[in-house]
């Protein structure tokens, strides 16, 4: 039983693998001559964004006729892959059931960009569109041959062509035997390639459509296969011992006792890279073996919130008047005060957080001689990749990174040091060695969220235009988070990092305005998170909007629309839309409260929210009860995937605004589990209305992520509509509102 | 020992008698389509049915199930008198539940055994009964639109 279950889950992989070689019969280019250069700098992230000709290395036609689409993104819910898919289909004129769509080994693509950013559509539509494009030409000029029609005369059809004698010949029928590569020469020029996936929509065959994607069936059946769920036969188990705080360093260890365990293999130590490993034969005598495995540290800095938060102090700064960098200056910050009727001026913080998906990391990893094998769920297999031939001193092209759909990523998943552990320990032991974080590691031992504090002063004319906007934040730096002690300080100095200081201006006219950012360091390990500073930036901003329409006596959404200059036209038009959906302006009921904010995410999706909240005195809580968002994301390649976004977006803010926080204590995270760190459960969760708007002609825009950045301050001004409480720091909690009547 | 699984006799070594019924799922008999999330009963990932009623795999000892019939995502299907997938696994797709998908074998064991029980659920109780299982992705309101379809269609 045992074994013979074990291999379904690899011979799958295997088997897919095979395919992907053996059947193949026109591949539009050849992806053996992958550009590896080994070098000594750290591994990096792969930031670099495709162009056109990436396209072709994605995609084969099969003998059958059908095409194969290594789609260049990684799955974990976000269902970038099937975008891509309608924007092959919609090309080539074919149907879902005629595409094969793979997530790709590193061996079967050359290295592409990391799925991060919501950046799948608005990067990737293109080299897809383009390439499918070609393929589909390539395959007419080839039906042209063999009929000896010119191109004109062979139209398209289903799956193939039409020819003039209304005969139709079907792509199986033009598949030569042997490979075949479109030459440089034969591809056709960008101005004479007709590109289906660019006409009016009303003229789109798939695109636009609700395609359900491919990979339901086995995800209800429970036969989808995540990197925890991978196995080979005669693997062993490892397991890690995590240090107890940032920065502890390894002393010394002490492994009789684990050893003595009947099963334990070996105990690996490493002092310079401090780590301490067990392998097991048998996975289910692992956490004893960790318990009895005596490791001695000398524990990092002794950290804990306050000092912390005195780190990430705006005020401190403004005392100072010491900001690194100027984000955006212009006219007069003293004239525009001088100008204001009203005035408000506050500070705004928001938590560490983390990812807190619901799969805990894992990675698999057999290391010999002449290959490397890893098998995990990562954002960026060609980082992994890298990151594993450092560890092992190996070429990166010895190493295969075998992908999975991920259980869960959020930018939590650039790296998968489980995998790192996994190879480590396969290399000491000669074993495929599978390691699978649990809870604990997952919620303290990766990468986080950083906290941010604004001020923000601002004004507003007697006619109610914004007289001025003087905002401060400070943060850390995100994008580059990860870069160590003086590299990073120098850094910060010499750049703003983009994602920390992502949304940071706001979208409305403002003739008085300074916007300062400085970014510092903390012991803490820093890196992506949903939307980065996106999030945390509107909650400030637009909850200022909120408390100047307020001391102005004008509507919110009123006053957002005065204020929006005609360039933010796209915004103001979902600001309008989501007030229609919602029904905005209606009476006000006792305990309940209903907010409204906007942002545009990467200068690109406009976005607005509006969310009811009710307070239940009985049961001491806040919750949101109905969300309603109108979102400008450009030409949408699947509603239903749209709207899944921007429900799992606004779930994902609900739960920041009133549930998520980071905390320090001893150097370490204070939080280990889902009771002290608890995402939004279901019974909390809002009814969720969505309105796309999409103008014609308009690309693509980001999705992944975009809608999330206004559903915070939405949330905190619905508080304030029901309390008249302005809750200024996330996350918000009953108590913190009724201290003294609760 | 023995126990049942998806109707299968399964003998127990005897060295795994206290591990979790999860961890014996996973890593003996390997069906891995019972999730591992939290490991102590928060976030419903392991859900699994024990004769028909929902239970976290990961709070429940291997010992603890002899002569009960243990059902998976795997053995879902089997429940169901009608063809093909559960009535609630036709719904998850129908719906387009699945974001990232992790969690949701643990939200269809939930739902399978809500409606087993509770043909027609309120909406407050579907949201009471599920609210043990977590969804990081956010597929709540799916979640409550294909219980209700299963519902409406039963
Ligand atoms: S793993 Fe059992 S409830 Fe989370
Ligand atoms: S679908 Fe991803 S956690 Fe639920």
């Known amino acids: 039983m045992e074994s013979s279950t074990k291999m379904k889950s690899i011979s799958r992989r295997r088997f897919l693998k095979k395919t992907g070689w053996v059947a193949a019969g026109i591949t539009v280019a050849s992806f053996g001559a992958v550009p590896v250069v080994r070098d000594k700098i750290p591994a990096l992230p792969t930031f670099g964004a495709p162009n056109d000709k990436d396209g072709l290395t994605w995609i084969q036609i099969l003998v059958d006729g059908r095409v194969r689409f290594y789609c260049p993104r990684m799955e974990m819910g976000q269902g970038a892959a099937l975008g891509l898919t309608q924007v092959v289909a919609e090309e080539l004129n074919i149907e879902q059931t005629d595409i094969e769509c793979i997530l790709p080994d590193t061996n079967q693509t050359p290295p592409f960009q990391m799925t991060v950013g919501s950046q799948s559509i608005a990067n990737f539509f293109d080299p897809v569109s383009w390439a499918a494009a070609q393929l589909r030409e390539a395959l007419r000029a080839v039906a042209a041959e063999k009929t000896g029609l010119s191109t004109e005369q062979i139209l398209d059809g289903r799956s193939g062509f039409k020819l003039p004698d209304g005969t139709t010949i079907g792509y199986a029928a033009l598949v030569p035997a042997a490979d075949f590569i479109i030459a440089d020469n034969r591809l056709i020029e960008n101005d004479k390639l007709k590109r289906y996936a660019l006409r009016p929509t009303t003229d789109h065959q798939t695109i636009g459509q609700s395609w359900l994607h491919h990979d339901l069936t086995a995800i ?3 036969q989808m296969a995540y990197a925890r769920d991978i196995s080979l036969p005669d693997m062993a188990f490892g397991a890690v011992v995590q240090p107890p705080s940032f920065g502890a360093r390894f002393v010394a260890a002490n492994s009789t006792g684990a050893t003595a365990i009947p099963g334990v293999l070996g105990v690996e130590i490493d002092e310079a890279a401090g780590f301490v490993g067990v392998v097991a034969s048998t996975p289910f005598i692992l956490s004893e073996a960790l318990e009895v495995l005596d490791v001695e540290w000398q524990t990092g800095p002794d950290l804990g919130q306050e000092q912390i938060d005195a780190l990430l102090d705006v005020e401190r700064l403004r005392a100072e008047d010491d900001f690194t960098h100027t984000l955006d200056q212009s006219g007069d910050l003293e004239v525009g005060q001088q100008s204001a009727l009203h005035r408000s001026s506050g500070r705004y913080d928001t938590p560490f957080a983390a990812h807190a998906a619901i799969e805990p990391r894992s990675g698999l990893a057999w290391v010999r001689a002449d290959k490397v094998e890893v098998w995990c769920g990562t954002q960026d297999p060609f980082f992994v990749q890298k990151r594993v031939a450092k560890i ?9 990174v075998h992908t999975h759909r991920i259980g869960g990523g959020f930018g939590g998943r650039v790296m998968c040091q489980a995998s790192e552990a996994a190879a480590r320990l396969s290399a000491k032991f000669n074993l495929p060695v599978r390691v699978q974080w649990d809870r604990a590691a997952e919620f303290q031992n990766n990468y986080f969220q950083p906290g941010f504090s604004h001020f923000i002063d601002a004004g507003v004319s007697e006619d109610g235009f914004i007289t001025h906007w003087d905002h401060d934040v400070v943060s850390s730096s995100i994008l580059t988070g990860l870069a160590p002690g003086l590299i990073g300080k120098a850094i910060d100095l010499a750049t703003p990092d983009q994602g920390t200081t992502r949304g940071i201006r706001p979208p409305y006219e403002m003739a008085n305005k300074r916007i300062r950012h400085s970014a510092i360091r903390t012991p803490v390990p820093i890196n992506a998170w949903r939307g980065l500073g996106a999030a945390p930036n509107a909650f400030a901003i637009e909850s200022m909007m909120d408390e100047l329409a307020f001391k102005s006596g004008i509507d919110p959404l009123q ?15 979902v600001v309008r839309k989501v007030g229609d959906i919602s029904n905005w302006g209606q009476a006000r009921i006792e305990d309940t409260g209903r907010g409204l904010a906007c942002a545009v995410y990467k200068d690109e999706t406009a976005v607005a929210v509006v969310a009811d909240l009710t307070i239940d005195h009985a049961a001491k809580t806040l919750r949101v009860t109905k969300v309603w968002c109108a979102q400008d994301c450009g030409l949408v390649l699947n509603p239903h995937q749209v709207e899944s976004q921007i429900m799992g977006n606004v779930t994902w803010g609900c739960s920041m605004t009133l549930n998520e926080q980071i905390t320090f204590a001893e150097g370490r995270v204070e939080q280990d589990n889902f009771h002290s760190y608890e995402p939004l459960r279901h019974g909390s969760s809002p009814e969720v209305h969505v309105a796309l708007l ?27 509509a029901a309390t008249g409480h302005r809750c200024r720091r996330l996350p918000i909690r009953y108590e913190d509102i009724f201290a003294e009547t609760g | 020992m023995e126990i049942v699984i998806n109707g299968d006799m399964i003998a127990v070594p005897d060295d795994l008698q206290n591990v979790t019924l999860l961890d014996f799922l996973r890593d003996f008999v390997m069906l891995t389509g019972t999730k591992f999330g939290c490991g102590i009963g928060l976030c419903g990932a392991c859900t699994v049915h024990l004769d028909g009623v929902a239970a976290r795999s990961c709070q429940t000892y291997v010992s603890d199930v002899i002569g009960v019939e243990v059902t998976t995502i795997e053995g879902l299907d089997q429940t169901s008198s009608g063809e093909g997938l559960h009535p609630v696994q036709q719904a998850w797709i129908a719906e387009g539940v699945p974001q990232c998908g992790y969690c949701q074998a643990g939200q269809i064991m939930t739902a399978s055994a809500l409606l087993h029980r509770n043909p027609a659920p309120t909406a407050a109780e579907i949201r009471e009964e599920m609210n043990g299982n977590l969804c990081r992705c956010g597929t709540y309101d799916r979640i409550r639109q294909a219980i209700t379809r299963v519902a409406q269609e039963a």
């Open chain 1, 220 to 222: 209800v059946t429970g």
């Open chain 1, 392 to 400: 092992l001193d190996r070429e990166a092209e010895d190493v295969v």
């Open chain 1, 559 to 573: 006053f957002r629309l005065k204020n929006l200059p005609a360039s933010s036209a796209r915004l103001a038009e």
């Open chain 1, 694 to 720: 999409a103008p014609p002609g308009t690309p693509p825009a980001p999705v992944g992520e975009s809608a999330l950045p206004p559903v915070p301050a939405a949330i905190a001004n619905a508080v304030f």
